[in-house]
């Protein structure tokens, strides 16, 4: 392939844990991938050494103090333009030689930068769901008026969006999201009291981020990605379920009219859908082992247990709700697991919040995106007041 035929890739949370498995990624792809821009909030070390190895010219740090410490210690290459804040993310989203933008940052603040670039015309590799849950609705506005791909790099998302392809809206019935569970599936229910975030954040199947490992152990992950399916395919919530499958093999099932079901199968590592997302509509060899069918394996399936599991009550009800109440959801999730990790709430409070957010806060049926942000930050203050 020519020099210019590469695609250029924006990477937004590059040194997290979907940035780690896009890098393996990029390593493999030379000949088709280049990167041109990182961003990270605080981690400069990690910042400097992604753009020496993969010498990108544009870097941005939006946590002040790290941007300071990174200039005062000379950390990034001479070649590489260092920005800091808000502005200097968006400005990333939209550089001009950037073909793709590679969402993985964690958390709603990924909103605006995703909305720049999709205005920009760029196509969007989109692993952070929080945005699509705040502002589902003013993104696939935008990404079908400026005509840019939106790929799902979402596990579960990427498997739906490989088995509908091709097949009309119509012949769709519904949608079935695997789940794994997380780590406390099977755990006495009367022994969720104690759960420490040291506890939350190991992962039977996936090393995620801390944020998502917690929302997999409660299921607000599941939650979020309802919404998420709700947004990029478009279906209405009572065809959008749920299954438990503890091994993480299916990533999803599309069920068609006629009662017939395909799934998407691949190993548990993200490395298949960044890759898949970033090569589009081409395909090459992936960076990790594929499924061996030479050793035995099983694949189990069971209905999730809505006890168990409040916050994908919760989210359903959110979604059903519609207007702004997916958007009180996640704020008061994001709040609430950010203080468990802090160890300033208990585990079990994790849905508590979330459920007295959003009756305290006012939920609006439709709304503005500058509303939407406004509500977005009342739910963060209430969520942080119990
Ligand atoms: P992580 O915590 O490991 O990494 C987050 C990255 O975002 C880091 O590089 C961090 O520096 C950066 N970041 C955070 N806030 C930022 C800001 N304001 N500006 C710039 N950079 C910022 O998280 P993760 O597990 O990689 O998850 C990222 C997103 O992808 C989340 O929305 C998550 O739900 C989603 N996701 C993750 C996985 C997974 O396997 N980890 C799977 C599916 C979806
Ligand atoms: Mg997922």
């Known amino acids: 392939m020519a020099e210019s035929a590469k695609k250029k890739v924006v990477l937004l949370g590059a040194t997290g844990s979907i940035g780690g498995s896009t890098l393996r990624v990029l390593r493999a792809h030379t000949d088709k991938l280049e990167l041109v821009g990182v961003a990270a909030s605080s981690s400069h070390h990690e910042l400097a050494a992604i753009c020496r190895e993969f010498n990108v010219a544009n870097a941005v740090l939006s946590n002040e103090a790290a941007y300071a410490e990174a200039k005062a210690a000379n950390a990034f290459p001479a070649n590489t333009q260092l920005g800091c804040g808000e502005s200097a993310l968006i400005e990333l989203s939209t550089l001009p030689e950037a073909d793709i933008v590679l969402v993985a940052v964690v958390g709603a603040c990924g909103l605006k930068p995703t909305l720049a670039a999709i205005e920009a015309g760029k196509d969007i590799a989109l692993a952070n769901k929080e945005l699509l849950v705040l502002g589902g609705a003013f993104v696939i506005e935008a990404a079908k008026r400026k005509g840019v791909r939106l790929l799902p790099t979402d596990s579960e998302h990427n498997a739906i969006f490989q088995c509908i392809e091709g097949h009309p809206q119509q012949h769709l019935d519904k949608l079935i999201l695997t789940a794994s569970g997380g780590q406390f599936r099977d755990a006495p229910l009367a022994s969720l009291v104690n759960v420490t975030p040291a506890d939350a954040t190991q992962h039977p199947n996936w090393s995620m981020g801390p944020k998502i490992t917690v929302d997999s152990a409660t299921m607000a992950n599941k939650g979020l990605e309802l919404i998420e399916a709700h947004w990029l395919f478009g279906l209405e919530p009572d065809r959008l379920e749920v299954v438990i499958h503890p091994q993480s093999i299916v990533h999803s099932f599309a069920q068609f009219i006629d009662g ?101 806060v006012d939920i609006a049926a439709t709304t503005t995106l500058e509303a939407l942000l406004h509500t977005d930050a009342e739910a963060r203050a209430v969520a942080h007041s119990f």
């Open 260 to 360: 017939s079901i395909l799934a998407q199968l691949s190993p548990p590592s993200m490395t298949f859908a960044i890759q898949h997302c970033l090569l589009y509509p081409d395909r090459a060899p992936g960076v990790d082992a594929t499924t061996d069918f030479r050793n035995a394996f099983q694949l189990d399936f069971k209905a999730p247990d809505f006890e168990r599991f409040p916050c994908l009550q919760l989210a359903y009800d959110a979604m059903r709700t519609g207007g702004s109440a997916p958007a009180i959801f996640n704020a008061a999730n994001e709040i609430a697991v950010e203080r468990f990790l802090a160890h300033d709430l208990a585990y079990l409070d994790i849905p508590r919040v979330i459920d007295q957010t959003l009756s305290k």
